[in-house]
């Protein structure tokens, strides 16, 4: 099949006329979106550009807050500009409003404003300038929604205008996080105590989107939480964390209390307690002695803080030997005693919360559909958006009903282990049934790393049950060629030693106690070292020895040495007919503050004709670079794999690609595409595949909410296979949702696909039969999932990809460079810690499940 022409700009495929689904279960749906009329198209927006600069005109770094706080106050002191008018600010660079708000000089544009607020008692004076820059007319987006062509943009700049001004009340009101949620200790729901000053607050997420018909637009609302860093005082907060009491503070922390309370308090806002001027600091640390030790100088002589705090503010401190706090500019040295801070209001808990936490967050915030919606509808109708003096400004309403919409639900598919079976609301038995394709495992090899919890016969105990469970499974699985029990465990020397004595081994389990790092360091050296695929089980779950644990490790070890633990019957998908590869991609990026570390991209490919089995390819790139830069060359070696596997040359391709944002889509698909049609005329230069490019998303807030009749689950929701592709989506374009698993916990997130290429101009109804076949694929459960399998691999070998990386040793540290307030690994330890292609063995084995 010829590709079709990239041009320069390529584009999404368009929609044909009577493009459905036919013959699916309808179901009646709500969904959190509202609708918002536009009254009057005729309005013009204005952009002006914000510059906030010293009094003295002198640049200056501020907070967004900061910025808000002084945009506010210039309103205040001249409403002869701005008294009733329109206007939003983003707390950063930009405002928009409905009218020119002031006459401009053409020599000299812009307006300044003086203004002038007090913090911390002092008065504090700073020039505003405001300049209008661009100008977008609300008709010219109406005219974008009503033709629905697929070729047009979506004017995301006038829904952004729209979205500030939105938005503008509420950020003077609430704490605004991002771009789109705002948080509140009572409005939108009580908070929840989450241990270790912490708690968990309920906001508001709020989103303007198309609703692509006349004079009209649609609102996204949900309810949104986040762990948020209680106010009280640090002593308060050491306690807890900690878990001691205040009079175990009368001495300095221990390394490891140090160790801790420094990498909790790091980079948190502090207020100052002793002044009477409520300043606040950025921690930077906690210091080495504490205030009976630190000097400085005051009043021409040298003294400990402890002195200077009694002298200077007549403060007897009740923790004198304790640490001091290192805060502010760290060039500045400034120490003030633990004592003598309070945690600042308003400051949402960054990186990840330990296990219990989490645990504790998913308990408290999980909602039913049912309460859910009732929870969104409360918020919309209290903040009665319609009354907002911008909104009514702008002559939108917005109703405080969500809209309704007709899915449809998928037919159930037809697997195939031993026998075929249709699963019941996406979940199936495996028992009183073998694998697909079970493969046999004769040479392994046990380390117990828990030999204290786990003694050797309980160990025979589990592995005689894995022996016994295996056969029913097809699998013969011979006893271990060995076992290793030690109290000192040491991977780096264990895993090759074990690979030395047996050259063939096929897979190195380990009982492991509760110790993450030790299970960094098994999959790194396994996965790098060795090539050896290993499995990882917890000593509690060896003691125990429960059929559901042993089940599911065996889908997991079955899958890993290179069986198949299920297919979708073959004469479910017309697509299978041909060869056809499948693939998954995605990049892992590192967190929001390094502005350094590598970015991770993964692909992996599917190499056999039931897509089952799968080969990976991992490199590094730029940090944050969303385009995978080498995809050309990891494509065309999983090309070469999937000839070598099956002795055929794929016909088409399907990529599922994950973690595009709406922004990015177009430059993905221009620069990712390209590399892909590369890769094959490289290869050949008259070979074409038919290429299917679709994104998939799980970063959003649309959610569905059916009758109560319609409900599955305990939670009561949406079926799996409920799709819409109608009224949310785009009326010319491939795009629709998906709600592919059975939601346990919470509401169902459906998961939103964009096809961003099609050469082989699949119908909707196909599209829609293949991702959801793909979601019924993911070895590692018996249930279908919420992404298709090779996206959720893919995202699974980025993941393993960042472990690989971690922590390099010593002789690799030496070669690395300095980058932004961090060192970073050279480009030669990155590519030999993470790169992975088709000529490694273990790229060809799922190591990754």
Not at 168 to 173: A, D, E, G, P, V
Not at 269 to 278: A, L, M
Not at 315 to 343: D, M, R, S, W, Y
Not at 502 to 507: A, E, M, S, T, V
Request: net charge positive; hydrophobic share 35%; aromatic share 8%.
């Amino acid at each position: 099949m010829p590709w079709h022409d990239l041009g320069d700009d390529p584009c999404p495929p368009a929609r044909k006329p009577g493009d459905i689904v036919r013959g699916a279960r309808k179901i009646q749906l709500r969904t959190n979106y509202f609708e918002v009329t536009i009254k009057n198209p005729s309005i013009t927006l204005v952009h002006y550009d914000v510059d906030i600069k010293l009094g003295n005109n002198m640049a200056v770094m501020l907070p967004k807050k900061k910025r808000m706080m002084i945009f506010q106050e210039m309103i205040k002191k001249f409403p002869k500009v701005f008294e009733g008018r329109v206007i939003g600010f983003d707390s950063e660079k930009n405002a928009y409003s409905t009218t020119t708000l002031f006459k401009e000089n053409k020599t000299n544009p812009g307006k300044k404003f003086q203004v002038e607020i007090r913090e911390y008692e002092k008065p504090q004076k700073f020039m505003v300038t405001m300049k209008a820059v661009n100008r977008e007319k609300l008709s010219s987006m109406m005219d974008a929604f009503k033709s629905g062509n697929s070729t047009i943009t979506i004017p995301q700049t006038t829904i952004q205008m729209l979205e500030v001004i939105f938005h503008h009340n509420l950020s003077t009101r609430y704490e605004k996080i991002g771009r789109n949620m705002f948080f509140s200790q009572t409005d939108f729901g009580k908070p929840y105590n989450l241990g270790g000053g912490k708690e968990i607050l309920s906001g508001l997420f709020g989103s303007l989107r198309p609703a692509w018909k006349d004079n009209s637009m649609l609102l996204n609302v949900d309810v949104v939480n986040a762990a948020f860093y209680k106010e009280q005082s640090v002593i308060e907060f050491i306690t807890k964390l900690l878990d001691i009491s205040e009079d175990k503070l009368e001495k300095p922390f221990s390394t490891s209390q140090k160790r801790k309370v420094d990498s909790s308090l790091k980079k948190i806002k502090v207020r100052e307690t002793h002044s009477g001027i409520n300043r606040t600091y950025k921690v930077v640390g906690v210091a080495e002695v504490g205030a009976d030790e630190k000097t400085i100088n005051f009043e021409d002589k040298k003294c400990t803080i402890q002195q200077y705090f009694a002298k200077r503010y007549q403060k007897t401190l009740h923790f004198p030997k304790l640490n001091l706090l290192q805060v502010g500019v760290e060039a500045k040295n400034v120490f003030l005693p633990i004592e003598c801070c309070k945690i600042a209001k308003g400051q949402k808990v960054q990186g990840k919360l330990s296990d219990r936490e989490t645990s504790q967050f998913i308990r408290n915030t999980a909602k039913s559909p049912s309460e859910r919606l009732q929870h969104i509808t409360r918020m919309v109708q209290k903040q009665q958006f319609s009354k907002d003096k911008n909104i009514q400004g702008l002559e939108l309403s917005i109703s405080d009903m969500p809209v309704s919409l007709e899915g449809h639900v998928l037919d159930n598919l037809q697997l195939c282990m031993s026998k075929e079976f249709v699963p019941v609301k996406g979940v199936w038995d495996t028992r009183e049934k073998t694998f697909f394709e079970p493969e046999h495992l004769k040479c392994w090899a046990v380390l117990n790393y828990s030999t204290y919890v786990v003694p050797g016969d309980s160990l025979k105990k589990f592995i005689d049950n894995l022996k016994k469970m295996g056969r029913d499974q097809g699998m013969n699985i011979s006893d271990p060629a060995d076992i290793f029990p030690t109290c000192n465990p040491a991977p780096e020397e264990d895993l090759p030693n074990i690979k030395r004595k047996f050259p063939n081994i096929q897979l190195i389990m380990a009982v492991l106690p509760q110790n993450k790092d030790l299970y960094d360091r098994l999959k790194k050296i396994g996965d790098r070292k060795i090539c050896v695929v290993t499995q990882g089980v917890k000593d509690t779950n060896v003691k125990k020895n429960a059929p559901p644990v042993v089940g599911n490790l065996l889908l997991k070890i079955n899958a890993k040495i290179g069986g198949v633990n299920y297919v979708v019957q073959r004469n479910e998908l017309e697509i299978f007919s041909d060869p056809v590869m499948i693939m998954g991609a995605d990049v892992n990026h590192p967190p929001a503050h390094d502005k350094a570390t590598p970015s991770l991209a993964a692909v992996v490919a599917s190499m056999n004709n039931t897509a089952s089995k799968y080969a990976a390819e991992v490199r590094h790139q730029k940090c944050r670079t969303e385009m995978i830069q080498e995809l050309k060359e990891m494509t065309k070696n999983l090309l070469l794999a999937f000839y070598r596997q099956t002795k055929r040359k794929p016909s088409r391709i399907v990529m599922f690609r994950d973690g595009v944002s709406e922004s990015q889509f177009l430059k993905v698909l221009s620069f990712e595409l390209k590399a892909m049609r590369a890769a094959c005329t490289e290869l050949e230069e008259t070979y074409q595949p038919a290429m299917t490019f679709i994104v998939v998303q799980k970063r959003h807030h649309t959610r569905f909410f059916c009758n109560e009749s319609d409900g599955v689950g305990k939670s009561g929701n949406v079926p799996p296979g409920t799709t819409v592709d109608n009224t949310i989506t785009h009326p010319t374009q491939k795009d629709f949702y998906l709600c592919s698993h059975l939601g346990i916990i919470g509401t169902s997130r459906p998961t939103h696909y964009h096809v961003l290429w099609d050469d082989s101009d699949m119908s909707m109804e196909m599209l829609q039969k293949l991702t959801y076949a793909m979601c019924h694929l993911y070895s590692r459960c018996t249930r279908s999932v919420s992404i298709p399998t090779p996206a959720f691999y893919a995202h699974l070998v980025a993941y393993r990809a960042k472990l690989h990386s971690r922590d390099l040793c010593p002789s690799e540290a030496a070669s690395m460079s300095s980058g932004e307030d961090q060192v970073v690994p050279s480009d030669a330890v990155m590519t030999l810690a993470t790169k992975v292609d088709i000529n490694d063995k273990i790229a060809n084995l799922m190591y990754f499940i």
